[in-house]
């Protein structure tokens, strides 16, 4: 069974960066598509762009590119979301999720999360 | 604003049905079956309920589905059940790197 663990909350400071990590579990990761995606405070879900876990290229959805980063480590099935110069709009849960069911660009098996809140 | 347009709320009574829509262009859910819809609530991640406009993943219950006209996507809940009282987020593919999302319907079982 796929299962996403992602790392706990974080509490930063304006122009600071932070590292999320997401391991996958129960799938050859090689394998799975990890996605991330953003849900702010009382708002919906953000697609931010998704690594080829197979080739290593990262595709950014508009509005995500310049300060985010996708990465990943194969040799502990991570991948890592890098955020630099944090702003205090990009306070939100931050959620990692494998692509199922071909390109069928759903998501069944998400990450529980990590928060981020960015403060001074 | 968000690039797909769901009403911000909608309610039935339990047993009955409701339908959630899911407005957007030709350039995206008029264009692709890739139209998703999930269910989140309070404080958990979301739950994937239907896949490419009408297909229900292992596990589903069946009272769910889906549908689409034109650049309109629907989720019915047929018999709602006091646990469906969650968020449902419809998302579609819009393109090479370009998923949008709708900005959410809360939906409440009276």
């Known amino acids: 069974q796929v299962q996403l663990m992602q790392s706990g909350s974080e509490l930063k400071k304006p122009g600071a960066s932070v590292k999320l990590s997401c391991k996958a579990s129960g799938c050859t990761f090689t394998s799975c598509a990890l996605n991330w995606l953003r849900q702010a405070p009382g708002h919906g879900l953000e697609w931010m762009g998704w690594m080829d876990s197979k080739g290593g290229n990262p595709a950014y959805a508009q509005g995500f590119t310049g300060r985010f980063v996708f990465s990943l480590d194969t040799s502990v099935s991570t991948a890592y979301l890098q955020i630099s110069g944090l702003k205090a709009e990009d306070t939100a849960i931050y959620y990692c999720?494998?692509?199922?069911?071909?390109?069928?660009?759903?998501?069944?098996?998400w990450g529980q999360g990590t928060m981020l809140t960015v403060s001074s | 604003q968000s690039a797909l347009t769901q009403p911000p709320s909608a309610s039935g009574s339990r047993g009955q049905s409701v339908a959630i829509s899911c407005t957007g262009t030709?350039?995206?859910?008029?264009?692709?079956?890739?139209v998703s819809w999930y269910q989140q609530h309070p404080g958990k991640a979301p739950k994937l309920m239907i896949y490419e406009v009408n297909k229900r993943p292992s596990g589903v219950p069946d009272r769910f589905s889906g549908s689409k006209s034109g650049n309109t996507a629907s989720l019915t809940v047929s018999g709602l059940h006091t646990e469906d009282e969650a968020d449902y987020y419809c998302s579609s593919f819009a393109g090479t790197n370009n998923l949008l999302f709708g900005g959410g319907t809360k939906l409440t079982v009276l």
């Open positions: 030709s350039s995206d859910v008029g264009a692709y079956n890739s």
């Open positions: 999720a494998k692509e199922g069911y071909g390109d069928s660009n759903a998501f069944d098996i």
